[in-house]
């Protein structure tokens, strides 16, 4: 008997390998919570005790799945990138001020699908949480666009003013149209030109440049405009693409750059600064409504505080980005930014529909 159950425990530890190596990522697994973590130690002594006990009538306390909200929370990001670290200060927040009360699991590296793909899934009710680029989002919200017009902004302030005011505010609740909640804005940041074919110190450089960017039309009206070719393609399959010559670059902000690993395959940085991109965290409907009144207020102190922490993390990152770029080998330059704005009233001139926003935001 004893070697029978050495075996069957052998088995199904195998088979729990399998399962690990299928589902996850090779880059990390999900994170998880205090409460999920402690959910997952405890689960089994908690159903053994719910056998020898069983409540004893209607005014039993309820069982600990009753009370904790268990969330998926997927994004395209690495661990190493400062986003992921501020969805970890999130959940943290969460466990310290009401320990239990949500489970929440992180999963990073585009582990349940691309930005688009989480948009869709957070739509039917399928992924509680994301925080896909606005780019990608306005492709469910289309007034989302506006924040793809090049050179809209030109410093932080500018973006805080807007995005932590009423126009935030107008744009974030157009997000309910589309069957998803936006709770924050927070930051991609400024985007720069990386590519591994030459030096950029001038628009002209960037002619005939293949280049990844998001499935948006406005950054391939952008790119357009300024003589290069835009290839839409997911983040994830843009390193290897650049790795194997199929693309010679892509557009990120600079601390992605570092975090995505892309210095590895493009070694010519160009400061552009061409699209300042917001990051949307979104929360399915279906999740939202799930909570009490009370604990969606908590739930919100805490991203409060979070994107605090998130701007603050992004920001501090990008300031140094320059520097380790150089350190890693990038040749990082700075072209004068006029002659490419100068380029972009084309781009304006394909999208009338976003003139009242751009109106409200300058």
Known sequence: MRKSKRLLALAMGMTLAVG????GSKEAAPRKTAAAAQDSQ????????????????????????????????????????????????????????????????????????????????????????????????ANYVPD????????????AEEVDAVLDGEVGAELAALADNANMKLVAWWEIGFRC?????????????VKGLRLRVMSNEVHQALWTALGADPVPMSLSDAYVANQNGTIDGQDNPLHSLIANSTF?????????????????????????????????????????EATANQKKLVREQNEKAAKELEEKG???????LQPFADKMEVVYEQYPQFSVWLDKIK
């Open 264 to 304: 590895e395959v493009c070694h010519y940085i160009a400061v552009t600064n061409h699209v300042y991109s917001p990051l949307g965290v979104i929360v399915s409907p279906k999740a939202w409504a799930s909570m009490s009144p009370e604990d969606q207020e908590l739930f919100m102190e805490c991203m409060k």
């Open 20 to 23: 690990m190596t299928a589902c």
């Open 193 to 205: 030109l990386a590519n591994n074919a030459r030096p950029i110190n001038s628009v002209e450089d």
């Open 330 to 336: 990038c040749e990082v330059t700075y072209p004068q």
């Open 144 to 155: 989302y666009g506006v924040f793809d017009m090049p050179y809209l902004f030109t410093t």
């Open 42 to 137: 405890e689960k089994d002594s908690q159903e053994d005790k719910s056998k020898d006990s069983a409540p004893a009538g209607k005014d039993a306390a309820p069982a600990a799945s009753e009370t904790t909200y268990n969330w998926k929370w997927g994004t395209v990001d690495s661990t190493s990138n400062p986003n992921y670290e501020a969805m970890e200060y999130f959940c943290t927040l969460l466990d310290e001020k009401a320990p239990g009360k949500w489970s929440i699991q992180i999963y990073p590296d585009s582990q349940l699908g691309d930005a688009s793909q989480l948009c869709e899934s957070v739509q039917m009710g399928t992924l509680e949480m994301a925080c896909p680029a606005s780019s990608i989002v």
